[in-house]
C-alpha cells in the first residue's frame, strides 16, 4: 500500500453537486439535509440520483436485459491497467483518430478530449455537442479486445440519436464503460485505474471514486 501511495495518483472524478451534469431526462443530483445539528443531534442527509449520476460506470444490463449485471462482475474487474489517450478531434472519437495498436487485449482505455481540456466535464451544466466515442471507434475497442472503455463526458454517445449503437458496441462485449471522467490535468500514458462501483445489487450502473495511478 505505501508503494502505491508514493507514485503519483490522480483523482478523475467529478465533484457531485458542484461539478457534476444531469443528463438530460435523468434523474438529477441532490442532496439534503433531513436533519441538521443545530436543531438536531446530528447532520444526516438524502441523497437523490442516479445510478449514471457523476463519474460512473455502465455495465451490459444498462441495454441488454440479459446482459451481466453490477454484481456479477468481480471487484478485481474494476482494477485494471488503462491506457490515456488524447484525442484532438473536436467532434467524435473516430476509427482514424486512435492507433489502435497501442491498446492491448484485456486492458482497458481512457479517451481524453476537448471535453476535459476545455472543462465541460466539470462544468456543472450539459451541453449537447461534447466529443463521444463514435460507433466505428467502439466496434475498434472491441478489436482490441480491451475490458473497458472510458469517455470525459456523462455519456459516450452522441448526444440526441435513436440507436445507441456505441453503447450497445462495446456493452455487447461486456466491455464495461466509464463515464464522466475528468482527465483535464493526466497526461497521455499507462496507468493502475480503480473505479471502485456501490456493491449494489442487479443495477445497471453505479457512481465510483476513479482514480489514476502513474507508473
Ligand atoms: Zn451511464
Not at 445539528?37 to 455502465?58: I, K, P, Q, V, W
Not at 456523462?154 to 464495461?176: A, P
Request: overall charge negative; some cysteine; charged content about 25%.
Amino acid at each position: 500500500m505505501n508503494q502505491i501511495l508514493e507514485k503519483k495518483i490522480y483523482d478523475i472524478s467529478v465533484e457531485l453537486g458542484t461539478e457534476s451534469i444531469d443528463y438530460p431526462g435523468d434523474t438529477p443530483y441532490s442532496r439534503n439535509l433531513i436533519m441538521n445539528a443545530g436543531d438536531s443531534f446530528c447532520n444526516l442527509s438524502r441523497l437523490e440520483m442516479s445510478c449514471h449520476s457523476g463519474t460512473h460506470l455502465d455495465v451490459p444490463y444498462h441495454f441488454y436485459s440479459e446482459g451481466k449485471k453490477l454484481d456479477e462482475f468481480a471487484v478485481t474487474d474494476f482494477i485494471k491497467r488503462v491506457q490515456v489517450i488524447e484525442v484532438t478531434n473536436p467532434i467524435e472519437v473516430s476509427e482514424t483518430d486512435v492507433d489502435w495498436s497501442k491498446i492491448r487485449q484485456g486492458e482497458g482505455v481512457l479517451f481524453k478530449t476537448r471535453n476535459s481540456t476545455e472543462g465541460l466535464v466539470n462544468s456543472g451544466e450539459f451541453v449537447a455537442d461534447f466529443v463521444y466515442l463514435s460507433p466505428g471507434a467502439a466496434k475498434r475497442v472491441n478489436e482490441c479486445g480491451a475490458s473497458l472503455v472510458g469517455i470525459d463526458y456523462i455519456s459516450i454517445e452522441k448526444y440526441g440519436v435513436e440507436h445507441f449503437h456505441s453503447h450497445l458496441e462495446v456493452l455487447g462485449k461486456d466491455v464495461i464503460v466509464l463515464e464522466a471522467v475528468n482527465l483535464s490535468k493526466v497526461p497521455e500514458g499507462y496507468y493502475t485505474l480503480m473505479c471502485l462501483p456501490l456493491k449494489l445489487n442487479g443495477a445497471d450502473a453505479s457512481p465510483v471514486r476513479a482514480i489514476l495511478i502513474a507508473d
